[in-house]
């Protein structure tokens, strides 16, 4: 390593210190929560090359999630974490599989955390960590104890709020990133980003898109070929049809499976009409939905119609490799952006 290049893996260092020290890894970096793809084996070869892993829970039983946590745990011995769905029915069930397990970190996704579920998370001393889409919440979750925030911006993979990263950075990061670390996220592809980010007062950052296409993960071939095809302007967000069932966006490469999704939205609106199902259940119907379609491209590689959850950064995603070259590109990407800084 040449002279130059350590000033910037210094910098970066130590830009990434608080981050890390929070997640207890390497490097603040995440591999976010990806339902289907974030199990066992990429959570493990995120934490093992120096990251941190989550394991997507999703829809999964406590059963299920406790069989993932040990089966990950036997393919590591460092630290990952856990996201759990706020609107799953067993939440505080899962709660109580994590707090078994001593899981160091739990993210909650989805909303708001419910009542009860931030001491039952925090209550064996697991740190929590929560999305903020917007400053006002930023600082609501803050007086209530969450210890970490992501702040993801809509150029994400997955489901989306309508603002973008560069200007939810902007209007999060000056007020709350010395109160709790934050963790920007969506449409991340290269190092140069996370430094601006890093800068802007990030303690770290949120990839999932960009690790999709790691060697561990147990993506189905065809989903990561599509991956590796797509450009930026093929990932874009589902269209809500019916101004009655309000529906979270969802960002996916373009497929037949567009179709599909207007259809589920027009049957769950005409439940509605009919009285047949409450509000509730028709949004719960519709993130089954989801569920059901990712797992159908991510697992038994339908990618005509199943859905492809991507973010705008896939086109920066080139080839498959193993997640600890990916993770170190994005560090010589950030330190190299760094050591041009000023001293
Ligand atoms: C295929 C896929 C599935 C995802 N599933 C989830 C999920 O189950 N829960 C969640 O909180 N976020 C989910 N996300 C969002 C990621 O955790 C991460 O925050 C996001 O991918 C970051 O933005 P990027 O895609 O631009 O890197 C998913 C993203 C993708 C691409």
Redesign the pocket.
């Known amino acids: 390593m040449n002279q130059s290049v350590s000033i910037g893996a210094e910098r970066l260092e130590r830009r990434m210190a608080r981050g890390a020290a929070f997640l207890g890894a390497e490097v603040a970096i995440l591999c976010?929560?990806?339902?289907w793809?974030s199990e066992r084996n990429l959570v493990a070869a995120m934490s093992n090359a120096g990251g941190f892993g989550l394991i997507?829970c999703?829809a999964m039983t406590p059963d299920l999630l406790d069989r993932e946590i040990a089966a990950t745990k036997a393919l590591t011995d460092k630290p990952f974490g856990v996201?759990l769905?706020t609107m799953h029915p067993a939440l505080f069930e899962l709660i109580e599989v994590c707090n078994r397990h001593a899981v160091g970190h739990v993210?909650l996704?989805?909303g708001l955390p419910p009542t009860g579920s931030i001491d039952a998370i925090k209550q064996n001393g697991a740190k929590l960590i929560c999305f903020a889409p917007a400053l006002s919440l930023a600082k609501k979750l803050i007086r209530s104890g969450v210890d970490a925030l992501?702040v993801?911006g809509m150029?994400?993979?997955?489901?989306i709020g309508p603002v973008s990263t560069s200007v939810l950075a902007q209007e999060i990061l000056p007020d709350v990133a010395d109160k709790v670390p934050v963790f920007v996220?969506?449409?991340?592809g290269r190092g140069e980003a996370i430094a601006a980010y890093l800068d802007m007062g990030a303690a770290g950052v949120?990839?999932?898109?960009?690790f999709?296409c790691a060697t561990e993960s147990i993506a189905h071939a065809n989903f990561k070929k599509a991956f590796i095809r797509a450009s930026a302007r093929d990932a874009t967000a589902s269209v809500q049809i019916d101004p009655r069932l309000p529906v979270i966006p969802v960002r996916a490469l373009k497929n037949a499976g567009g179709d599909l999704f207007t259809a589920k939205q027009r049957e769950v609106a005409q439940l509605l009409d009919e009285g047949k199902v409450a509000m509730g259940e028709a949004q719960l119907q519709i993130e089954h939905y989801w569920a059901g379609a990712?797992r159908r491209a991510?697992i038994d590689g339908d990618v005509e119609h199943g859905s492809l959850?991507?973010?705008?950064?896939v086109g920066m995603v080139t080839k498959e490799e193993p997640l600890a070259e990916i993770l170190a590109t994005l560090m010589a990407e950030a330190a190299h952006a760094l050591e041009k800084r000023a001293a």
């Open positions: 976010g929560a990806m339902s793809v997507a999703g996201n769905i993210v996704a989805g992501v993801e150029e994400a993979g997955g489901h996220a969506g449409g991340i949120q990839l999932g898109t960009r999709v990712l991510v959850m991507a973010g705008q950064s």
